[in-house]
């Protein structure tokens, strides 16, 4: 058998999720026996045989990888409750192992996977994907990109018509049907910055906190930022009109484009609203949302 | 010896690792250590609050990169991505040598973040040195390599783990990050003498030296780096300095950590082997 034969042959017994006791799987979902898989490709020693030795790795990346993905979304966990968490970050990992060098990467799909069926979380499926979104916008902005920020007067003269705005990679604009803001910072208060560390092993399945029990949120749409400032992470409510502008310069919406879209829906007259427009304008720039675009963004 | 072609002619002293329940002390009390080893990974990031902690580290201490995840033991080809953020960093530190794992941890763009036991073969070292070379071109500086715990051996192993950590680095030519934890951790869980294994390292390759506690099961010992170290292992690393001359010593203190004082401390006992080399040097 080759490197690479082998290399597979153990990744997916590894990768093959634990029993409930957390133990590994004698026959794997696919019917294979990890039993013939570990005797053909392991030696036994006097103390553990094929089996056992391929489980201590098995139990590892398990350990490693759950709670990686607990201390990501600490939020989620406290809402949905040890179980149901476990279960759902073992079907998610399952069906989305880690495709990066980083752990920092391992909940990036969770959100569009948690959008579809099964519905792991019931009722609270909703609030469920509401807080893993605002909780992976977190990480983004803890340690996403930020570029240069535009001044006021870099953009004062432009044309709107033509001016193109970008938004800080940093920055996330979020649509909730839950305020679930609140909730996710009283947890992160609790917890700390985390890192890898090097090449330590557990013997405990780390990440499990007793919390106490969230309380139940109504449902009450909400518009967020998530973003960074001094190092920080700040979470800021926006009015809708405020999240649709932005929305539409992510989207690439000229300033004219993404102003006359909101215009057009407005029930107030255009020169209060347009007063009401510049101030969110000289807030965003003052916490340096934007950023110089490469098309036409300097046109006078 | 200490200083040579795999640690960038350094000649750095006892370090420890830059962990985050310790960034709050060493920025405000500047407490003088002779360098720190950081996770590469941890900073190959875009920005924010770990690169800014860096760049304060960067301006008073003596820094060296040390990576879990570039897996020159994978039978595939080193990510592109992985790579060019490595290099960023590299710049931004400037770390004179750079190390990762003799272990595999991905595969088919999977990964596994674990590392993984090799198979001793002639084709895993080929292929293992193979890489080893390319990323030491790509990112042009020195790397070694850094034997490392497991618990699991192969059939198809056509040598002892010394023998193929030697395979590999002189294929690659690149140096060696001498964990004597993980060889004591292993020799327990394959039955070798780890003095026989520590006896047949090239020691003018040893860049660097690891030290770190391990948890002992009834079955197995794990390498957990959350404890302090064993006298045995003191003595494996006795003799690994007695080997190869005052070399470049990391305290790894992983899980469960103590204060910066109590895992400094731990570090600076190496300072007794360190100092009998010099005396043997002298005399």
Known sequence: MNLLSIQRHIARAVMTPLTPSERMRHVAPNGRSQRAVANEIIKPNDRLTSFERLEIYNRQYWFRILSGFSEDFPGLRVVLGDRLFDKIAQAYLKDCPSRSFSMRNIGAKFGSWLRNPPHFAGSRQQLALDIARLEWAEINAFDGKRYDALRPEDFTNASPAKLRLKLQPHLSLLDLKYPVDDLVLRVRKDSTELSIASNTLSERHKGKRSVSVAPLLKPTPIFLAVHRMDEDVYFLRLEQKEFAILSRLRNGKSLGAAIEGVLRKNAMPDEECLLLIQKWFQNWSALGWFYRGTTDSTNS | ?283
């Open chain 2, 1 to 283: 010896m200490p200083a040579n072609r795999f640690n960038g002619y350094t000649d750095y002293g006892i370090g420890i690792g830059l962990r985050v329940p310790h960034y709050q002390h060493i920025l405000t009390r500047r407490p003088v250590v002779d360098w720190f080893e950081i996770i590469s990974e941890n900073f190959m990031i875009d920005g924010g609050r770990p690169l800014r902690i860096l760049d304060e580290i960067l301006k008073q201490y003596k820094v060296v990169q040390h990576g879990v995840s570039m897996y020159f033991g994978s039978a595939q080809r080193a990510d592109r991505e992985h790579l060019r953020r490595l290099k960023t960093l590299v710049q931004r530190t400037k770390t004179p040598w750079l190390s990762d794992h003799l272990c595999w941890g991905s595969v088919d763009g999977r990964y596994t973040h674990d590392l993984l036991p090799m198979p001793y073969t002639f084709e895993a070292a080929r292929i293992t040195a193979q890489k080893i070379r390319e990323v030491r071109d790509f990112l042009e500086v020195p790397i070694a390599v850094e034997n490392v715990s497991s618990y699991a051996e192969f059939h198809v192993s056509e040598m002892t783990e010394w023998e193929f950590l030697n395979e590999v680095v002189e294929r690659a030519d690149c140096g060696i990050l001498l964990d004597v934890n993980n060889i004591y951790v292993s020799s327990k869980n394959h039955n070798f003498d780890p003095f026989t294994y520590l006896n047949s390292v090239p020691a003018e390759r040893v860049a660097q030296i690891h030290i770190a506690g391990h948890s002992k099961y009834q079955k197995y010992i794990l390498d957990t780096h959350d404890h302090p170290v064993i006298d045995p292992v003191w003595k494996l690393y006795a003799r690994a300095i007695e080997r190869t001359g005052h070399t470049a010593t990391l305290l790894e203190w992983d899980d469960r950590i103590p204060t910066f004082g109590e895992v400094h401390d731990e570090a600076l006992k190496a300072n007794r082997f360190l100092a009998s080399a010099s005396l043997a040097k002298a005399v």
